[in-house]
């Protein structure tokens, strides 16, 4: 049962991009080489920086109606850009704080049980079309920032939770009852063992977490919960391209960027020693 | 129950004579629910203080199982426990498991932790200052072989499997703890490895003294290792518990002898090493000397060679007469290279083996860092091995007489052992 969920460890560990390879196994340590490439560091914030710069120009030039200027004037785009980061960050702090500790506990002896049940709902969460789940709450909560903000964290609390679970019980049994066998405690065991080598898969699964908030943020204006959806709506709404294009390009970006952080912070938080060796 | 006054006596006779621990199994019992068979049935077993003790036995013959009870990662469902005189079988296990050294099957070392962290967990736990661990794991690695300083700050997975199980061994002998279970640990090992580690773990406990339990299935590492072996047969039974010497030459019964097996004679030859028998001197010259002290040694020496030691005294060639004058004085090219030799903590087995592999029937015994010490040839083996069956045969005849009362002591315990585990 266990060697097949560790080769899929394994192949989660190689499947990670760009992953720098450190030096083979029997060189002396040295200085650790960095983990981030100078590649990883520039390439993709350059690309968005030149998708920005090509998008402020073409603005320049382009004739906006008055409809358009209304939609973009007054720090419109800049007050809908904050709420979009504003939604995602808190959305990703509270599927954070519930999904990490309840994957922790569906793991322990006392839990195991209840694992496919929570599974289940979390499941639910994800499979609910968002915008169907954004609807209920509405109607539930009234529009605001709240109902968006539980709709968004309900639907991203599955890669992060399911993550968490399968790094966890993807940890080799022997090593936990080697950790058991010379004397650390359970929380011992759990803090400076289990956690440490799950967290691979705990923040892949964050990172998937990060970029649905991102998309799902978007869906927060028909909630109204403000953020970059309100230039699409408006976009659609009064049939003017510009607005739309900004919006969808900011998002895009946004995305993007959300994502090249995260996959800066699995390299960097990833626990050295893990890499090493075949 | 009457034993449990004498062993308390022993306990107390042993445990300040030596670094390690008695350990007493009272009636230990492990079931599981929901099968009708205990997993370990009611054994009773006394491991004195710094000796090697052998589980050996087919695979699921509970041998794990009581190792792991000895340390409570399996909770024994009846009887006592007793290390050191001190019952631990309601102690916290977590502090008890820090007073046992355990070291298992292919290390478990936590990859995402250096060497030098893995070893200090246990002395981080129970709250050593900063410099004596630090002190503690430079004097662990450099006793299990591993240059300190280059292993070190190594990660696991940048060794290979024999030095992740000697850190596996440092890591259990962290925090010096009078006892240290260990669970198959050269199982995963390839052979030549594992000799090593052996030879390795045999040198450790003549210095150190530990108590130290030692679960393996196989037979030629019990031997090898065991101050005594206990075979076990299924559900944990003794079916014997003695020296290995005993075991070889008076299986109790024929599931002992099965698991022995054939051959009983030559694994004798791994219970004697070659510092126990006599070795023989030989002429030596150092590559330092000059020429002619050489050819003078070469004619005054009885026999028709002597052994040419490098600049660190280790066994470098073996010249024969004549070998220098066909190689017109050239030491570089005159004579055989030495291309095997042996330790003084070799068996007689591997010294045979070398022996019968030379061509001129002889091979050098060297010490520990490879110097020259000594020859050991066929007829000294041979005389040698002639004895130990001597003084074997004759401490069989007495042996037999004392293992019918030791066989009729068990029988009895365990008659009422399970009297006891149905009251308990």
Redesign the interface.
């Known amino acids: 049962m266990t060697t097949p969920e560790l080769e899929e460890q394994e192949e989660k560990e190689q499947e990670a991009p760009q992953e720098p390879k450190e030096a083979e196994a029997p060189a002396p340590p040295g200085p650790p080489k960095s983990r981030v490439t100078w590649q990883k560091l520039t390439f993709l914030p350059a690309v968005l920086i030149a998708v920005l710069l090509t998008t402020w120009l073409w603005f320049r030039q382009a004739d906006l109606d008055s409809i358009s200027e209304n939609a973009l004037s007054n720090g419109e785009v800049s007050k809908a850009l904050w709420q979009q980061i504003k939604l995602v960050a808190i959305s990703t702090f509270f599927v954070l704080i519930i999904a990490i500790p309840l994957g922790i506990l569906l793991t322990r002896k006392a839990f195991r049980k209840a694992t496919p049940v929570a599974m289940a709902f979390a499941n639910m969460g994800q499979a609910t079309p968002a915008i169907g789940l954004l609807a209920l709450l509405v109607i539930w909560l009234g529009t605001g920032t709240k109902a968006a903000l539980i709709g968004i964290t309900v639907y991203a609390i599955l890669p992060v939770l399911s993550n968490t679970i399968a790094g966890l019980k993807a940890n080799d049994p022997t090593l936990l009852e080697a950790a058991r066998g010379i004397g650390m405690s359970p929380l011992g065991v759990l803090g400076k063992v289990e956690l440490p080598l799950a967290v691979p898969l705990i923040l892949a699964g964050v990172r998937t977490a990060l970029v649905l908030n991102v998309g799902t943020a978007t869906l927060a204006t028909f909630g109204g919960g403000g953020g970059l959806g309100v230039l699409i709506q408006t976009g659609i709404t009064t049939q003017r391209m510009p607005v739309l294009m900004l919006g969808s390009i900011l998002t895009i970006v946004l995305a993007l960027l959300v994502d090249w952080l995260a996959s800066l912070a699995e390299l960097l938080l990833r626990p050295r020693g893990l890499e090493v060796g075949t | 129950m009457p034993e449990a006054s004498t062993t308390g006596a022993t306990t107390g006779a042993t445990s300040g004579a030596a670094t390690g621990a008695t350990i007493e199994l009272d009636h230990l019992s492990k079931r599981y629910p929901g099968s009708p068979a205990p997993a370990v049935d009611s054994v009773n077993m006394e491991i004195k203080a710094g000796e090697l003790v052998i589980f050996v036995g087919p695979s699921g013959c509970g041998k794990s199982t009581t190792l792991?009870m000895i340390?409570r990662?399996i909770e024994p469902t009846g009887g006592r426990i007793r290390i050191g005189g001190e019952d631990v079988t309601d102690m916290d296990p977590?502090?008890?498991?820090?007073?046992?050294?355990?070291a298992?099957?292919?290390a478990?070392?936590?990859?995402?932790?250096?060497v030098a962290q893995n070893i200090s967990?246990?002395p981080r736990?129970i709250g050593w200052p900063k410099a004596r661990i630090r002190t503690r794991v430079e004097e662990l690695l450099d006793l299990v072989g591993l240059d300190p300083g280059?292993f070190h700050?190594?990660?696991?997975?940048?060794?290979s499997g024999g030095q992740q199980q000697r850190v596996g061994v440092a890591?259990?002998l962290a925090a010096d703890p009078p006892v240290l279970?260990m669970d198959e640990p050269f199982g995963a090992v390839d052979p030549i490895t594992r000799d090593h580690l052996q030879d390795e773990l045999i040198r450790l406990q003549h210095e150190l003294h530990k108590t130290i339990v030692f679960v393996t299935h196989d037979f030629d590492e019990a031997i090898k290792l065991g101050d005594r072996i206990a075979v076990l047969r299924e559900r944990s039974h003794i079916a014997q518990f003695d020296t290995p010497e005993a075991i070889l030459t008076n299986p109790a019964d024929d599931f002992v002898s099965g698991f022995v097996g054939a051959g009983a004679a030559l694994k004798r030859l791994n219970l004697t090493r070659v510092r126990d028998v006599e070795i023989t001197d030989y002429p030596t010259v150092t590559l330092d000397d000059p020429l002619q002290d050489i050819f003078n040694r070469l004619r005054s020496s009885g026999t028709n060679e002597i052994l040419l030691l490098d600049k660190r005294r280790r066994p470098y060639k073996w010249l024969r007469r004549g070998d220098l004058m066909r190689a017109r004085g050239s030491l570089a090219r005159a004579g055989t290279l030495v291309h095997d030799t042996v330790t003084r903590d070799a068996t007689l087995r591997d010294a045979l083996e070398a022996v019968l592999t030379d061509n001129a029937g002889r091979v050098a015994v060297t010490g520990r860092r490879g110097e020259y010490e000594g020859v050991v040839d066929m007829e000294t083996l041979m005389n040698s091995v002639h004895e130990l069956l001597e003084a074997d045969r004759l401490e069989a005849m007495e042996h037999q007489h004392e293992l019918e009362e030791v066989r009729a002591a068990q029988t009895h315990a365990e008659q009422e052992g399970a009297g006891g585990g149905k009251t308990a």
């Open positions: 792991k340390n990662l977590v502090k008890l498991r820090r007073k046992v050294g355990y298992i099957q292919s478990g070392l936590f990859p995402h932790m250096t967990l246990v736990m280059e700050g190594r990660y696991p997975r940048q060794l890591r259990a279970l």
